[in-house]
């Protein structure tokens, strides 16, 4: 995607061969900064601390950290801590173990001598990949739309409500359930976005606003529980959200939220949709609540940060210094709730047959 013009993915290997370089995002909107990891410790507290994140975003992040810490200690030993590393790191995001579990199996031949290079050209292959998945479930999720055009009894822009950010940056590009959103763009279709805030740290009013904004698409802010409302009165026609591990059966976890979301869809018969390039299914789990949900710092419902009027950065405090809070990062959205997923290969349902009608080669 471009910013004032220059194309950007969200990560690259910058211009020494060996640093990493990514977009910080716990910045934006306010600042676009990139930041360089040179090592295995820098690598994990991007991750962590969310200067990097989106589950395939996450996943291609390991990657390189991987190779990162090979530079440092390419041992047996030095693998394996790598590994136990990055895997700590945030536990939903299925993508993590899947390009973790790639790197160890690709490597496990290799010499130590090799390791280093081999990493590397692999983290390149998978950020590449990512890319390529996303445009193609951008053009799945394209057809979705000009169907729903199509049918739409009353004139007008077609109103599409997403949760979180899971556009380009929650990727290496394209994004997933912004992807079809922006092929819409490039269609020439007349689309509009209610943005889910996506609190506690507003990944949508941050993160998906600002994507919207740079890309001239059409959008609205709105507060998390707005939704349910909109929904009543006919103003949202679809939703797209992204997903962070899906199960081998459709059930979905993504970003705390949107299981309120797609509640509020199935009373209101919005069709309501998951994007999701293939390495987000975790086809080792059928049941939903078997996902480990992250529990994040109490600090981030506590405090809020934004810009001031001076134009710098602060943080306050919204509730009482006594007032415990509680941040369950993700929930899970039973398949029972989902339209459908978009995939790479194609939408399905939200099912075992759906999935393995696409993807042949997991049937046991
Ligand atoms: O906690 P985050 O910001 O990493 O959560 C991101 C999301 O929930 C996205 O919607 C998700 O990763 C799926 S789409 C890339």
């Keep these: 995607m471009k910013i004032d013009g220059k194309p950007y993915r969200t990560i690259w290997l910058a211009e020494d061969g060996w640093s990493v370089e990514i977009i910080d995002q716990t910045l934006l909107p306010h600042d676009f900064k990139i930041a360089r990891l040179t090592g295995l410790a820098e690598a994990c507290h991007a991750i962590k601390a969310m200067q990097v994140r989106g589950a395939p975003l996450i996943g291609v992040a390991a990657a390189y950290g991987m190779a990162l810490a090979l530079r440092e200690n390419a041992s047996d030993d030095g693998l394996a801590n790598a590994a136990t590393s990055l895997m700590a790191t945030r536990p939903t995001a299925v993508n993590l173990r899947w390009a973790i579990e790639r790197l160890m199996k690709a490597l496990s031949g290799v010499s130590t001598g090799d390791r280093v290079a081999t990493a590397y050209a692999l983290a390149a292959e998978m950020a590449d990949e990512d890319v390529r998945l996303n445009q193609a479930m951008g053009a799945h999720g394209l057809k979705l739309i000009e169907a729903l055009v199509k049918t739409k009894t009353a004139p007008g822009r077609l109103n599409i409500l997403t949760h979180c950010n899971a556009g ?197």
């Excluded at 940056?169 to 359930?177: F, H, K, Q, R």
């Excluded at 899906?246 to 797609?262: E, F, R």
């Excluded at 981030?300 to 006594?322: C, Y």
């Excluded at 509680?326 to 989902?338: E, G, H, K, M, S």
Aim: aromatic share 6%; hydrophobic share 40%; glycine share 8%.
């Design 168 to 364: 380009w940056l929650a990727t290496v590009d394209w994004g997933t359930a912004l992807s079809p959103i922006f092929a819409a763009q490039k269609a020439g279709i007349d689309v509009h976005v209610w943005v889910d805030e996506t609190r506690p740290r507003n990944q949508g009013a941050s993160l998906t606003a600002w994507e919207l904004a740079s890309a001239g698409i059409d959008h609205t802010v709105i507060v998390d529980n707005a939704g349910g409302h909109l929904m009543q009165h006919g103003q949202v026609d679809l939703c797209f959200v992204g997903t962070d591990r899906t199960t081998a059966s459709g059930d979905v976890a993504n970003k705390i939220g949107t299981y309120l979301k797609a509640l509020a869809a199935h009373d209101n018969n919005v069709p309501f949709y998951v994007c999701l390039p293939s390495p987000t299914i975790d086809w080792t789990l059928s049941d939903g609540f078997k996902i480990p949900i992250e529990q994040r710092a109490q600090s981030e419902v506590t405090h809020i940060s934004g810009l001031t009027e001076a134009g710098t950065i602060e943080t306050i405090r919204l509730t009482p210094a006594k007032s415990p809070a509680a941040n369950p990062a993700f929930d899970v959205t039973p398949a029972r709730l989902v339209t459908g997923l978009v995939t790479e290969r194609g939408v399905c349902a939200a099912s075992a047959e759906g999935l393995l009608g696409l993807f042949p080669e997991r049937r046991p």
